[in-house]
């Protein structure tokens, strides 16, 4: 197996305008859907969960996964991966195994529940493999380009290491699954043929949900596997999870040198997270159409914490609210609605990341400079009602010359 002839196969790295136009997902839109059946308009309100629009985090997923799958395939045909293939044989025939080919290009995506982390990533694999095998033909192999896989619930390390051989035979029409079950391999004796398959067939591995190594008693145990599967296997692994993670990897300094990566948090209410409202916004299927306002993104910030998943969800059923109840307004009543009704169970969990609006804090400080200035007077609220009506002055005014306001959209 020469290893440029693998790397000859994959596309060309992507960069600048062109890769953010790969990554986009921005679906066919018509409002003439505004004057269709009720029926017909929440079938098509569904469009909105399929809306990608990739941010810097987007773009450096990519950039991470593109150069993990390069190094994978340039260690493969190599003397060392012909050595450790050896060791690994051993390993399956019960003899000691050791990890020659090492596994430091290995790395971790650390991100918080709803950011995007998972779209991203199949995203990214998506264009880097072109939803294809990459084949040799002297000698014959094949070599799954990307191979994701969920960490179970339980964190079981054997339960991982037979989905990943079962995930392979797939996609390679092979039977180390079965074969694996027949012989009543032990995890040890797994190990061994998994890092085998992977180092002869599977150019990236990704672990989603690496969290539930968390809160298991079989955590440990997995986090021991994973790092002997990094040593012995030569290929590239991701390991994807959310910030609850980070404690698991700290634990233990072997898998935290090999799992350096990227680190997430939801989103601010800048640039991107304001043209983001906006395009949902134009994807209306209610009858009497709107326009979005700084009111309504700041709002749809407060409520979502910066998690995009959130406010699609937000937006989605705010229609699907209106146009049941006949209302056919996307506004922030229905959108209070949606939250109030369908996000329940959220409502702890959302927190946002930063300030509303930088004027927000300048108007609530220039709010409270004037109740120091003129606490030296002592007005009492009926006294400036009567002061309101007999001078004719506006009363929010007057209240904001003694007293802290703030003013609340709704």
């Known amino acids: 197996m020469n290893s440029m002839d693998l790397i000859r196969q994959m596309p060309e790295m992507l960069s600048g305008?062109?890769?953010?136009?790969?990554?986009a997902d921005i679906p066919m839109y018509s409002e003439e859907i505004r004057g269709k059946s009720q029926t017909e308009r929440l079938i098509e309100l569904s469009a909105l969960y399929e809306i990608y629009l990739p941010s810097e985090m987007s773009i450096e997923i990519y950039s991470k996964l593109y150069l993990a799958l390069l190094r994978s395939l340039q260690k493969k045909g190599t003397n060392t991966a012909i050595q450790q293939s050896y060791q690994n044989h051993?390993?399956?025939m019960r003899r000691e195994n050791r990890g020659i080919i090492g596994g430091s290009d290995s790395f971790s995506i650390v991100g918080c529940s709803g950011i995007g982390k998972s779209s991203a990533i199949n995203r990214a694999i998506s264009i880097i493999t072109q939803d294809k095998m990459i084949e040799l033909h002297n000698p014959s192999t094949?070599?799954?380009p990307a191979l994701i896989i969920q960490c179970p619930w339980d964190a079981s390390v054997k339960s991982l290491l037979l989905e990943i051989l079962r995930k392979s035979d797939e996609l390679l029409e092979t039977n180390?699954?079965?074969n694996a079950l027949k012989a009543r391999a032990t995890t040890d004796v797994l190990i061994g043929i998994v890092s085998q398959v992977a180092l002869q067939h599977i150019g990236l591995l990704i672990i989603d949900e690496v969290q539930n190594c968390v809160a298991s008693k079989n955590g440990k145990g997995l986090v021991a596997m994973l790092t002997q599967l990094i040593n012995s296997s030569g290929i590239s692994i991701g390991m994807i999870g959310t910030p609850e993670t980070l404690s698991l990897f700290e634990s233990a300094f072997q898998l935290a040198?090999?799992?350096?990566?990227?680190?997430?948090?939801a989103l601010n209410n800048d640039e991107f997270f304001s043209g983001f409202c906006k395009l949902l916004f134009k994807y209306?299927?209610?009858?009497?159409?709107?326009e979005i306002t700084t009111q309504v993104i700041d709002w749809l910030y407060e409520h979502s914490g910066g998690v995009t998943s959130i406010v699609v969800s937000l937006i989605h059923d705010a229609q699907e609210i209106a146009i049941l109840t006949?209302?056919?307004t996307l506004d922030i009543s229905t959108l209070n609605q949606a939250y109030e009704k369908r996000m329940q169970l959220l409502h702890d969990y959302i927190r946002p990341a930063a300030t509303v609006k930088n004027t927000t804090t300048k108007r609530k400080k220039k709010s409270i400079e004037k109740a120091v200035i003129s606490s030296e007077e002592d007005y009492s609220i009926s006294d400036l009602v009567q002061k309101s009506k007999a001078e004719n002055l506006d009363i929010v005014e007057l209240f904001r010359e003694h007293f802290t306001v703030e003013e609340i959209a709704l």
């Open 284 to 290: 209306q299927y209610v009858q009497k159409k709107s």
């Open 257 to 265: 040198r090999r799992s350096l990566g990227l680190q997430y948090e």
């Open 326 to 328: 006949g209302y056919e």
């Open 176 to 178: 180390y699954y079965g």
């Open 142 to 144: 094949r070599i799954i």
């Open 17 to 23: 305008q062109e890769l953010y136009e790969k990554l």
């Open 90 to 92: 051993n390993a399956i």
